[in-house]
């Protein structure tokens, strides 16, 4: 599965961005996707997830009542709405997808550049 991240930009403290991840190749369905973060000079960090049908999601401890991740299936599509954000989310944000019997994600959008103002 291919996928493409957008949607990032700069945005002051306090405001909102959505972003969103296109799939294309293989059935998105059967993926679960999940969204990560990798801020300068530190390891990339999980952020939230979604499961096949959105039975589920999942949330960082740091985002938890700020952003919701949700999935369209029949647009293929992956969303993260970030509300209330704070200058500590200033990062790339990648969208990543995980096979529906996989233990992790192999394939990766090519990330999209979040910069909160204070």
């Known amino acids: 599965v291919q996928l493409q991240a957008s949607g990032g930009g700069l945005v002051q403290a306090g405001g909102s961005l959505r972003l969103s991840c296109a799939a294309s190749?293989?059935?998105?369905?059967?993926?679960?996707m999940g969204w990560f973060r990798q801020a300068a000079g530190k390891e990339r960090e999980f952020v939230a997830a979604v499961t096949l049908s959105s039975e589920s999601t999942n949330y960082a401890d740091s985002v938890k009542g700020r952003f919701t991740i949700s999935r369209d299936n029949a647009k293929n599509t992956v969303y993260l709405q970030m509300n209330s954000l704070k200058p500590e989310d200033t990062a790339v944000y990648y969208c990543?997808?995980?096979?529906?019997?996989?233990?992790?994600?192999?394939?990766w959008g090519q990330g999209t550049q979040v910069t909160v103002s204070s």
């Open positions: 190749g293989r059935a998105f369905r059967n993926y679960h």
């Open positions: 990543g997808a995980r096979y529906v019997g996989g233990t992790s994600y192999n394939y």
